[in-house]
Antibody
Framework: EVQLVESGGGLVQPGGSLRLSCAASGFTFSSYDMHWVRQATGKGLEWVSAIGTAGDTYYPGSVKGRFTISRENAKNSLYLQMNSLRAEDTAVYYC??????????WGKGTTVTVSS | AIQLTQSPSSLSASVGDRVTITCRASQGISSALAWYQQKPGKAPKLLIYDASSLESGVPSRFSGSGSGTDFTLTISSLQPEDFATYYCQQFNSYLLYTFGQGTKLEIK
């Protein structure tokens, strides 16, 4: 079964850091682009970052310079290092498998709360 | 920057109804558009890709159409499990991956 399981969410103070992880199983992880997508409570979906099979990375302006996506193919794992966190980063963060331009498999998400 | 605007933002319908949701792009995006369904407290689920290709396992009552700037998601006969929020999504070379604001489909 193809599966993505996120972990690492929690409560962090503004300005703090957090590292999210995503464990992949059931498919050849190294062959797929991977994404992080977030959703604030009651809001829509926002793409956060992507990493290609060659390790190329992409970010929207809202997180560029603060978030870093990485992957460890030997461990079938995806990561998101989040620094300089702000209240507006509070959201459920989903890990998703990329297929060309869309996302065909999603994890259940992990919740990040940025608050003092 | 290409933006995606969905209409309506919310919709009330009854079981058995035919429903159409529209996604309009601010610039032409060929057929590189996907649709997702999200139920409360759950992750999004891919329904349609390449504007009209049905993802494996998705019921045939779901269909997509369009190209360029105007796209539609149609549910031919609403079932109770279809009440959810629907999002369109596209890729562009500037903002990369963009989602529409969502359409909430509620029971009338």
């Amino acid at each position: 079964e193809v599966q993505l399981v996120e972990s690492g969410g929690g409560l962090v103070q503004p300005g703090g850091s957090l590292r999210l992880s995503c464990a992949a199983s059931g498919f050849t992880f190294s062959s797929y682009d991977m994404h992080w997508v977030r959703q604030a409570t009651g809001k829509g979906l926002e793409w956060v970052s992507a990493i290609g099979t060659a390790g190329d990375t992409y970010y929207p302006g809202s997180v560029k310079g603060r978030f870093t996506i990485s992957r460890e193919n030997a461990k079938n794992s995806l990561y998101l290092q989040m620094n300089s966190l702000r209240a507006e980063d509070t959201a459920v963060y989903y890990c998703a498998r990329g297929s060309t331009y869309y996302m065909d498999v999603w994890g259940k998400g992990t919740t990040v709360t940025v608050s003092s | 920057a290409i933006q995606l605007t969905q209409s309506p933002s919310s919709l009330s319908a009854s079981v058995g109804d035919r429903v159409t949701i529209t996604c309009r792009a601010s610039q032409g995006i060929s057929s590189a558009l996907a649709w997702y369904q999200q139920k409360p407290g759950k992750a999004p689920k891919l329904l349609i890709y390449d504007a009209s290709s049905l993802e494996s396992g998705v019921p045939s009552r779901f269909s997509g159409s369009g190209s360029g700037t105007d796209f539609t998601l149609t549910i031919s006969s609403l079932q109770p499990e279809d009440f959810a929020t629907y999002y369109c999504q596209q890729f562009n070379s500037y903002l990369l991956y963009t989602f529409g604001q969502g359409t909430k489909l509620e029971i009338k």
